[in-house]
């Protein structure tokens, strides 16, 4: 079963709005969670490091003030999107890790958002 | 130049055929290798790791050959479920600890 979960699935909004989309790890705790971006035809692209407790790391491009992560507790991440613009319209997954060494990285089932 | 680099495809086989995936990765300080199935409109799902030595599961075959910096991935037997898009995925061990995707092969198996 999932070990990694994520809500909504789809989310439809208007230009201007805010949407939030959840994270949670399932059964483990993840003090490291990781956002990406998915556009159509095109690969999975790091948007974000989530630590919780601590800030969000950002990867180049991304503006922390649009793109906002919350990871208060060890088995929940938030992104929210700021004033959606129909170009944020695209498939966005989070990912956990649990265990050492060699890990799998688990994945939501991703969230996708379309702003009219 | 894109970290890990892979023939976007299509790559349509017919069942029972074999079929390679080929994947460069630019980082040589890239430690871990993984092949992701994704399906549409799915998130990505691990398919195999990928070890030095090679290693097989099933009817898919990983190999990696470091100092090419190339991995690549073999299914024989080719079954209609396998068409999906298989993404050649890296990982730093040290540092950063998110994954580096490639854009994806597509497959389609045609009965």
């Known amino acids: 079963g999932a070990v990694v979960s994520q809500h909504p699935s789809r989310v439809i909004c208007k230009s201007g709005t805010s949407v939030k989309i959840e994270c949670r790890s399932l059964?483990?705790?993840?003090?490291?969670m990781f956002w990406y971006r998915q556009f159509p035809k095109q690969s999975l692209m790091l948007m974000a490091t989530?630590?919780?407790?601590?800030?969000?790391?950002?990867e180049q491009g991304v503006e922390k003030d649009k793109f906002l992560i919350n990871h208060a507790s060890l088995t929940l991440s938030t992104l929210t999107v700021t004033s959606a613009h129909p170009e944020d319209s695209s498939f966005y997954i989070c990912?956990?890790?649990?265990?050492?060494?060699?890990?799998?990285?688990?994945f939501g089932e991703g969230s996708r958002l379309t702003v009219l | 130049r894109k970290e890990v680099e892979q023939d976007p495809g299509p790559f349509n086989v017919p069942e029972g055929a074999t079929v390679a995936f080929n994947c460069t990765y630019s980082?040589?300080?890239?430690?871990?290798f993984f092949w992701y199935r994704q399906d549409c409109r799915k998130e990505p799902k691990l398919l195999m790791s990928?070890?030095?030595s090679g290693n097989e599961d099933g009817r898919f075959t990983a190999q990696l050959n470091r100092a090419s910096q190339y991995i690549s991935l073999l299914i024989r037997d080719s079954k209609l479920s396998d068409s999906a898009t298989y993404l050649c995925?890296?990982?730093?061990?040290?540092?950063?600890?998110?994954?580096?995707f490639g854009s994806g092969t597509r497959l389609q198996v045609q009965p």
């Open positions: 990912s956990a890790s649990r265990g050492q060494g060699r890990r799998e990285l688990f």
């Open positions: 059964d483990f705790q993840a003090t490291t």
């Open positions: 989530s630590n919780e407790g601590s800030k969000a790391t950002y």
């Open positions: 980082n040589s300080a890239s430690q871990s």
């Open positions: 990928v070890y030095s």
């Open positions: 995925v890296v990982k730093r061990d040290t540092g950063r600890r998110a994954l580096t």
